[in-house]
C-alpha cells in the first residue's frame, strides 16, 4: 500500500500535470498494490474515478471532523463517505503539533471510521524521544486508542518518525522492520477482534531509498509527503513496491 499524503500542496495546473506523469511512469502490473492520494480536500472534485490514467487509484484526505453540523470550517466523516473516499488519514504529527490534537479526539475520530472508511492511523516519535530510547513507550502510549476497541480488517498505521519528517533523516531499514513489528503486536494484543494491521512506514521516503524499506519483512508500503508531489517520482515509488517480492 503506498500513500500520497500531499499535505497543503497543490494548485489545479499541477493536479494535471501530475495526473499525466504519474499515468506515463507508473507500471500496470498484474497485482497492482493499492495506491492512493490525499490531496488538499478543496481538490478532492478532481479526482475523477472516470479518469481514466487514474482508474487504479483511491483517493482520501489528510483529515476531518468526527461530527457534523456547526463546526465552522470542517469536513465531516459522514461526508467523505458521501463522497466515496476510500481513506482518512488521522493523528498525523502535524495535526497533533500545529493543531493540538489529543489522543482523545484521534479516539473519537477512529470510532467514528471504524467499519466505514479505511483509517491509517499516523503515529511517531520526535527527535527527543528517540534520543532518549522511549520510542516504544511513546508508540504505545499513541496506539491506546485502539484499547478495546473492534477494528476493522482495514485498519493501518503509518510509523512516522517525526524527525524523519521532511528532514532528508530516516531510521536505518532494520530499525523500522522491528518497531513495524512491535506496533502489529501491540495492536494485536490491544485491540477486541486481535487485529494485525498493515504498518506504513513514512517520513522522507524517496525512489532512492524506497527498496530499503520494502524489503524488510513487517513493512507493508509506505506514507510519502514530498516525494509524491511530483507524479512521476511517485509513480517510481510505487513501481519500487510493486517488484518487490517478499515470499
Ligand atoms: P515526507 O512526509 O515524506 O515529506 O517526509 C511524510 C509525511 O509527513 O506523511
Not at 472516470?50 to 476531518?64: C, H, M, P, T, V
Not at 500545529?98 to 520526535?126: H, M, P, Q, W, Y
Request: net charge negative; glycine share 8%; proline share 3%.
Amino acid at each position: 500500500m503506498i500513500i500520497a499524503n500531499w499535505k497543503c500542496n497543490g494548485t489545479k495546473k499541477m493536479i494535471f500535470s501530475w495526473f499525466e506523469d504519474y499515468g506515463k511512469e507508473v507500471n500496470f502490473v498484474d497485482v497492482l498494490p493499492i495506491v492512493g492520494v490525499a490531496p488538499p480536500s478543496i481538490y478532492f472534485g478532481y479526482f475523477s474515478r472516470e479518469n481514466a490514467s487514474l482508474k487504479f487509484i483511491e483517493w482520501g484526505l489528510q483529515d476531518a471532523d468526527h461530527l457534523d453540523g456547526p463546526r465552522t470550517g470542517a469536513i465531516s466523516v459522514d461526508m467523505l463517505i458521501d463522497m466515496e473516499c476510500d481513506f482518512l488519514i488521522i493523528g498525523h504529527s502535524e495535526r497533533r503539533e500545529i493543531f493540538k490534537e489529543d489522543n482523545d479526539l484521534i479516539k473519537e475520530k477512529l470510532k467514528s471510521l471504524n467499519n466505514r472508511v479505511t483509517a491509517i492511523l499516523c503515529i511517531g516519535e520526535n527527535k527527543e524521544e528517540n534520543n532518549k530510547g522511549i520510542t516504544r513507550d511513546v508508540l504505545k502510549e499513541q496506539l491506546d486508542i485502539v484499547n478495546g476497541l473492534e477494528l476493522d480488517q482495514s485498519f493501518t498505521v503509518a510509523y512516522e518518525p517525526v524527525w524523519a519528517i521532511g528532514s532528508g533523516l530516516t531510521p536505518e531499514p532494520k530499525d523500522i522492520n522491528e518497531i513495524h513489528k512491535f506496533i502489529k503486536d501491540v495492536v494485536q494484543s490491544n485491540s477486541a477482534n486481535n487485529l494485525v494491521p498493515k504498518v506504513l512506514y513514512g517520513g522522507s521516503v524517496t525512489d532512492k531509498n524506497a527498496e530499503s524499506f520494502f524489503k524488510e519483512e513487517f513493512v507493508d508500503g509506505a506514507l510519502v509527503g514530498g516525494a509524491s508531489l511530483d507524479g512521476s517520482t511517485f509513480a517510481k515509488i510505487v513501481n519500487i513496491f510493486s517488484g518487490i517480492d517478499k515470499k
